[in-house]
C-alpha cells in the first residue's frame, strides 16, 4: 500500500511538472508571436452563422480593442444614430446592436496602417466590423458595418 501511494504522488508529480512545461512552452511561444490571432477554428470571418473559436495572443496591444469596447458601449445607447452618422454609416448597425449586452472578439488582423476587428454579437447571430486607421494620435475608428 505504501509504495502504490508513493508511485501514486510520482505519477501526479510527473503529471504536474509536464503540464507547468508545456504551460511555459506555450507562453513562451505567445510572447514571441507578433500576430494577435494565434488559433482560430470555424466557419469563415464573414460569416456570422455558426461558431468560431479564437485564441488571442495574450501579449498583443489591446488598446484599439479597449477603443472599439467604449465605442460599443456607446453605440448601445441613445446616441447610436449621431455616432453612426458621424462614420457615415447606415442606421442598421442601431438596430443590430438594439437590446444586446454581449460581444466577443473573433478576429482581428493587423496591418501596417490601421487594424480590423470583428467582433461576434450571438444575440442578433451578427458580425460586426471595426475598422481603424493609424494615425498621430494613435488609432481612429474609421469604419463600422455589420454582416447578419
Known amino acids: 500500500m505504501l509504495l502504490t501511494l508513493r508511485a501514486q504522488r510520482g505519477a501526479l508529480l510527473w503529471i504536474a511538472t509536464i503540464t507547468a512545461g508545456l504551460t511555459a512552452a506555450f507562453f513562451l511561444y505567445a510572447s514571441r508571436r507578433p ?68 460581444e466577443r472578439l473573433v478576429w482581428r488582423e493587423d496591418r501596417q496602417d490601421g487594424r480590423m476587428l470583428v467582433y461576434e454579437l450571438p444575440e442578433r447571430r451578427a458580425r460586426l466590423w471595426i475598422g481603424f486607421v493609424r494615425g498621430e494620435q494613435g488609432f481612429t475608428v474609421c469604419s463600422l458595418s455589420v454582416i447578419r
Do not use: W
Request: glycine share 10%; aromatic share 6%; charged share 25%.
Open 35 to 102: 500576430e494577435p490571432v494565434l488559433f482560430y477554428y470555424g466557419g469563415g470571418v464573414e460569416v456570422p452563422d455558426g461558431t468560431a473559436v479564437a485564441m488571442m495572443n495574450l501579449f498583443r496591444d489591446k488598446t484599439s480593442e479597449k477603443t472599439a469596447q467604449r465605442l460599443i458601449a456607446d453605440l448601445r445607447t441613445s446616441n447610436c444614430a449621431a455616432i453612426v452618422r458621424e462614420l457615415g454609416n447606415d442606421g442598421s448597425i442601431c438596430s443590430a446592436l438594439e437590446g444586446t449586452h454581449r
